[in-house]
């Protein structure tokens, strides 16, 4: 593995091993409101939104991040064209990991081997193919990703 792959797998490791902490991964298409963590892995769209303590997401797709509370803070370590409009950052081409933190924002990844693992307070989405879990929210558990979306909360 090269030195830039080793960096963004032991960023996601310490990102999902503190998330590991509140719960386990999850998969699938959910939404919901509460005050947790999730963990997912799998194909299509995943989405984050809400109060956002830890957050590390990969894969290779488009990213989009919209700031809201204007105080996210995003480190991307991949590839990727950047566009800025408002709150919303786009990352066309997007082939690496993001750590982002923050109150009232949006975090979306559609694409391929999507890996996300995410701590606070709010919602998610997951739509595609995959496996998910998440602790202790309103909708703690297990699941998968359906092709019609699946929601729940963190």
């Given amino acids: ?3 830039f792959a080793t960096r963004i797998t032991a960023g996601l490791v310490g990102i999902a091993a503190s998330v590991a902490l509140v719960a ?3 998969a699938g298409s959910a939404t919901g409101s509460g005050t947790g963590a999730l963990t997912a892995h799998g194909s299509g769209t995943a989405q984050v939104s809400g109060d956002v303590d830890a957050m590390g997401i990969s894969g290779a797709g488009v990213l989009v991040v919209v700031d809201n509370g204007g105080d996210a803070k995003v480190v991307i370590h991949g590839k990727g064209k950047v566009s800025v409009s408002g709150h919303t950052r786009t990352y066309v081409g997007f082939n690496g990991s993001a750590a982002i933190t923050g ?3 949006t975090v ?4 391929v081997n999507v890996n996300v693992a995410a701590k606070g307070h709010g919602s998610f989405s997951l739509k595609g193919h995959g496996t998910y879990d998440t602790k202790p929210g309103v909708t703690g558990g297990e699941g998968t990703w359906s092709s019609t979306g699946t929601t ?3």
């Fill in 1 to 3: 593995m090269n030195h």
């Fill in 24 to 26: 386990p991964a999850f």
């Fill in 103 to 105: 109150n009232n924002v």
């Fill in 108 to 111: 979306r990844l559609a694409g």
């Fill in 152 to 154: 729940g909360s963190l």
